[in-house]
């Protein structure tokens, strides 16, 4: 008998604006780009999240999902 069943795990993560400019400094789309880029990226990111920011903190929702089975025995 195969047992089968599909999990969510839902909960927000909270990073500072900073710490979420830094983020999105790690992806290789951001990491290629020009000193003058990367800054204008960072300005941009800065000017969308200080306005959602409650107390220097965004809190970004997260969601997991995954299947959990179990194999039938062999014989």
Not at 68 to 75: G, L
């Amino acid at each position: 008998m195969e047992i089968e069943r599909h999990v969510e795990l839902k909960w927000e993560w909270t990073r500072t604006v900073e710490e979420m400019i830094a983020l999105f400094g790690t992806y290789s789309g951001v990491i290629i780009q020009s000193d003058d880029d990367r800054r204008e990226l960072q300005d941009e990111l800065r000017r969308r999240l200080e306005p959602i920011a409650v107390n220097g903190a965004v809190q970004v929702p997260m969601t997991v999902r995954g299947t959990i089975a179990k194999r039938r025995a062999r014989s």
